[in-house]
Structures are given as structure tokens and as C-alpha cells.
């Protein structure tokens, strides 16, 4: 990703998009400028606020869309690293984001993997899906300023951990994961459907005799207790967030703005933001019950709401999100289809299979169903009520089930991956890219990398879905590394 942007940023003019793009302060180095160059197509977009917000903090009223948890890990990775040579704080903090976001990327697929084992119970499935992770059509996001990546380790790191029965570990991932993206709140919903869903079983298992009305309330209370503490703790990083915007821009003006470099303040004149501690007009979010600078902010600055975006001339976005909203529904149709008592009773009751102990394995067993629910909800969401050309790094990052359905799809039905030894199946010949070593067992070697040296061999269905991780996974270092629109 890093070689690929960087020859596409020196091969193609960046596009004269109207985004955030604050100046530069002070005098550029030849390090700067190098750096810029080699590391430029990653800094675009929302990157812009990231960057600024880890630089200058929360200046602008609109920087308060992104929340604090990335900005924050920039700024104190750019105080720990040591720098031989001079470069101004944007490039530090640049580099810093590159650096941070190839590390938290690898450790999500690392952890995806182990979540996949946990919930899969499928290895072969839960391989193939942490590798389509690393060629995520969502890739670039992963790679650039943004704060994908550092959400992805945290929320499948707190799914994990919730599988194998560490609440408070979960918990803890959980909070941070609310810290770094809004939609982490959501995630709330696995620590409600993991308590509500033991509960059920023990009744189900008659640990707890319903005459026994005491005992029954006491779980009962001790249940709602702790998935109120957990709860709580998911939305304190979010709501002690808008207090501090509250007291930032609500308050009367502070003479904050007086220490603020005049071409930051010509730019917020010239395109109207709100600058921290200016005296004026009392921001219209302040006034309200409960004052929620962040929907305030996607309301009025970037049109945010359910059905604003159905417009006949977004027809192109929603062309651009068509392919993860149809492997989305593909994914919940699917999974109903296989399982409609389970989805009926919503998981709480325990199936025969599961009695005994012989519940089916894969992306259809019976443990996908919250993350199913959980990714069909955020498809919903993001379609109905977001700018929908952001869907795709939208679920790429939140949910495993775009993954995890891939995979699925792949191994049942795609021959070449059924194989048991080194030849074709269709023709006898050897496959390239797998190794007699091998034994087929799908571990040792990389069956995407297989795939893509058989092409011409391959399903129908298995281009497609390698078509689409790989071509927007390309054309998102493209595009966007441009300043071009993108997803």
C-alpha cells in the first residue's frame, strides 16, 4: 500500500477537491517535502482533521466529529519517537499515523483470526477471512491518517475477548473502541445479548428452578447491574467527549483564539467555522437538553440524516456502495434462510444440535447470529441515514461478517479450494501456488494467493468476490490518495 500510493501520488495531479485543508505553518525542509511526497497520499480527506486535530487540538467546531482516542495516540507516539532529522509537527505526526496504523492493522487480522476461530469454529474459514482482511476493499482507510484501523483492532479484540469470557477485558476494549469511532457505542448491543443470552440458558438448563422466585430476581438484578456498569462504561469515552466540547465552545469566549496563528484564523473566516473561545454567537447545539455537539456537527456541516442522501444525483455513490450492500444482505439472507428458528427465537434458545453438542461449524452455526444482527444493522443504518459511499469502510472496519461471509462463500464454492492434494481437480494438472508440502490442509500455504495464480480456473462467484476486495482495495489507492471522492 505504502509503494503503491506513493508512485500514484507522483503519477497523477491531485484533484482540486473542496475539503478540509488547513495551511502549512513555518518553512518546509527538503525532509518535508520528501516526506510529503512519499507519504502525501495518505494524508488526505478526513486524514486532514486527524492530523490537525493531534497538531493544533479541538480548534474548529467541526473537528469535533472525530473523536479523540487517535489524535490523542498520534501526538503522544510523535512525543515518544526519536527524530534524527528536522520536520515540522504535521510530518511527524504523519509518519507517526503511517507507523501506528501498519502495526494496529496487522493486529487486527491477528485478531480477527482468533475471533473467527472462537466463533467460526472453522479454521480453514477463519484463515481466509483474516487474509480477504488484509486486502479489505476498505484497505486505504486502514493504511491512511484515519482511525479505521485502531477501531478495528479494538472492537474485534473486544468480540474476542467477550468469546472466551473475559467481560472486563472486553469491557475495557469496548470503552476505548467508543473513544475512537461513534458507532462503537453499538457495540454495547454484544454485552446486552451475551448476558441476556447466559440467562436464558440457565433457565433453559434448570440451574435455576423458576419456584425459587428469590433466587431467579437476585440473577435477574445481578444480570441488569452488570450490563448497566458495562454499558455505562462503553458511552463514558463518547459522553465525557461532548461535555469537553460543551465547555470548549459553549462557555463564553476565553481569549483562546488570541494565541491561534492568523492564517488558521483567515482560513476558519473565509469558510465559517467556529473557532474555540471566541466571543460571538452562542452555537445553536449548546442550548439543547442534552447539547450532542456530534449529530449537531453531521447535521448542519456535512448533511447527515435518514433518507437526505436519496437524491438522483448520488446515483454514483450509491453505485459505489452497491457491491458491499448487496454481499451485506447476501450475508443476512443467508444466514435467516439457515436458521430461521435460531434467528426466530433470537439465539436464546438452545437447539438440539447444540444439545447435543453437534451444532454446526462455519458462518451459518448457531454463535454468528449477534454479529449477523449487528452487521445488518449497521448496513441499514449506514444506507438509510449516512452518506453511503462511506459503507464500505464503514462495515469493513466494524464488522467481522463482511469477512466472515466471503470466506464462506469462497470455500463452498470454489473446487479449488476443496482439493485434497496438488492437482486440479478439473483437469489433473498441478496448481500453482500450492505446495506438495502443503497436504492440502489450507494453513500452510495462502489459498487467496492461490486463487489469483488460477484465475483462469476459478468460479464465476470467486472473481467476483476477489474482484471486488482486490479492485476497490486499487482504486482506493487511486482515487483517494488523489484527493479524488471515494468510499
Not at 294 to 311: A, H, K, M, P
Amino acid at each position: 500500500s505504502l509503494v503503491s500510493q506513493a508512485v500514484f501520488n507522483l503519477l497523477i495531479p491531485d484533484h482540486a477537491a473542496d475539503a478540509f485543508s488547513p495551511p502549512r505553518l513555518g518553512a518546509r525542509s527538503p525532509w518535508d517535502e520528501l516526506l510529503e511526497r512519499l507519504l502525501g497520499g495518505l494524508a488526505r480527506w478526513d486524514s486532514e482533521h486527524f492530523l490537525f486535530i493531534a497538531e493544533h487540538g479541538y480548534l474548529l467546531e467541526h473537528n469535533c466529529a472525530f473523536l479523540p482516542l487517535f489524535p490523542l495516540s498520534l501526538r503522544l507516539l510523535t512525543g515518544l519517537l526519536p527524530w534524527p532529522v528536522q520536520l515540522q509537527p504535521r510530518s511527524r505526526l504523519l509518519l507517526s499515523a503511517v507507523l501506528l496504523n501498519a502495526l494496529l492493522a496487522a493486529l487486527a487480522a491477528a485478531v480477527l483470526l482468533g475471533l473467527g476461530r472462537a466463533v467460526l469454529r472453522n479454521r480453514s474459514q477463519a484463515f481466509l477471512a483474516a487474509l480477504l482482511f488484509s486486502v479489505s476493499p476498505a484497505g486505504v482507510f486502514m493504511a491512511a491518517a484515519y482511525s479505521e484501523s485502531m477501531f478495528a483492532c479494538l472492537a474485534f479484540g473486544a468480540m474476542w475477548q467477550l468469546e472466551k469470557g473475559q467481560g472486563w477485558l472486553s469491557g475495557l476494549l469496548f470503552s476505548l473502541a467508543s473513544g475512537a469511532r461513534a458507532n462503537g457505542l453499538v457495540n454495547a448491543g454484544f454485552f446486552l445479548y451475551s448476558r441476556t443470552k447466559r440467562f436464558a440458558r440457565q433457565l433453559q438448563g434448570g440451574s435455576v428452578p423458576l419456584r425459587k422466585l428469590p433466587l431467579l430476581w437476585k440473577q435477574v438484578l445481578g444480570l441488569a447491574s452488570s450490563a448497566a456498569l458495562m454499558c455505562a462504561g462503553i458511552f463514558l469515552p463518547f459522553a465525557l467527549f461532548q461535555y469537553y466540547a460543551y465547555l470548549k465552545f459553549c462557555g463564553p469566549g476565553t481569549g483562546l483564539a488570541q494565541g491561534v496563528p492568523e492564517p488558521l484564523l483567515q482560513l476558519a473566516r473565509d469558510k465559517g467555522y467556529r473557532v474555540a473561545g471566541m466571543d460571538g454567537a452562542e452555537p445553536p447545539w449548546c442550548s439543547q437538553r442534552f447539547p450532542v455537539v456530534y449529530s449537531y456537527i453531521q447535521d448542519t456541516y456535512w448533511n447527515v440524516g435518514f433518507l437526505r442522501y436519496f437524491e438522483l444525483r448520488q446515483i454514483p455513490n450509491f453505485l459505489l456502495a452497491l457491491p458491499v450492500t448487496l454481499l451485506g444482505l447476501w450475508a443476512a439472507w443467508a444466514y435467516v434462510s439457515t436458521n430461521p428458528w435460531h434467528c426466530l427465537t433470537l439465539g436464546l434458545e438452545r437447539s438440539k444440535s447444540e444439545e447435543r453438542g453437534k451444532a454446526s461449524d462455519g458462518f451459518c452455526g448457531p454463535a454468528a447470529f449477534v454479529y449477523v444482527v449487528h452487521g445488518t444493522a449497521l448496513l441499514v443504518f449506514g444506507f438509510s441515514c449516512m452518506h453511503v459511499q462511506v459503507l464500505t469502510r464503514f462495515l469493513g472496519s466494524s464488522s467481522p461478517i463482511l469477512y466472515w461471509f466471503s470466506a464462506h462463500l469462497l470455500h463452498e464454492h470454489e473446487p479449488l479450494l476443496w482439493s485434497t492434494g496438488t492437482d486440479n481437480p478439473k483437469s489433473g494438472k498441478p496448481l500453482l501456488g500450492k505446495s506438495p508440502s502443503s497436504c492440502g490442509k489450507g494453513t500452510s500455504d495462502n489459498p487467496v494467493v492461490r486463487l489469483l495464480l488460477n484465475w483462469r480456473l476459478i468460479t464465476p462467484l470467486s472473481k467476483s468476490i476477489l474482484g471486488f476486495f482486490l479492485g476497490y482495495w486499487l482504486l482506493g489507492l487511486i482515487l483517494h490518495c488523489n484527493f479524488f471522492p471515494w468510499t
